[in-house]
């Protein structure tokens, strides 16, 4: 599973759901996969860029980190029990939500529409090839 970065810029800033909820916001955070370290930046809740090559020494607010099994199973089209949601996936299934918790709560339901949102894309993708 790999996520293009221009899609998922290009599919976070047509999702309407996603953009209400992260209206304002401001922020940097990570996608962190088994193969891939994905920086993206807002500004004022629009998807500025998506760094496909983030580093550790790069500043961001949160992250959403997990192992390629982890993401798949949350990408799937029916995700398995406890994988619908990244909190049912940090609590049973050793999946990491890290970072600044005031902003992780604020903007919880734009995180939580990022997990439809990649799934989009990467079905797009797998469909492609």
């Known amino acids: 599973m790999e996520i293009n970065e221009d899609?998922?810029?290009?599919a976070l800033n047509a999702d309407a759901e996603f953009r209400l909820q992260a209206?304002?916001?401001?922020?940097?955070?990570?996608i962190v996969t088994g193969s891939q370290n994905l920086l993206v930046r807002l500004s004022?809740?629009?998807?500025?860029?998506?760094?496909?090559?983030?580093?550790?020494?790069?500043t961001w607010d949160f992250q959403l980190a997990g192992t390629a099994e982890h993401w798949a199973k949350l990408l799937?089209?029916?995700p398995p029990p406890f994988f619908?949601?990244?909190?049912a996936a940090m609590l049973y299934h050793g999946f990491r939500i890290e970072g600044n918790m005031k902003t992780i709560m604020a903007y919880y339901p734009a995180i939580r529409r990022t997990r439809e949102v990649l799934?989009?894309?990467v079905a797009r993708r797998e469909v492609a090839a």
Do not use: H, I, K, S
């Open 7 to 10: 899609r998922l810029r290009d």
């Open 76 to 78: 799937a089209p029916v």
């Open 23 to 30: 209206r304002y916001w401001n922020t940097q955070f990570r």
């Open 44 to 58: 004022d809740g629009e998807v500025t860029a998506v760094d496909p090559g983030a580093t550790p020494f790069d």
């Open 119 to 121: 799934a989009q894309v």
């Open 84 to 87: 619908q949601d990244y909190y």
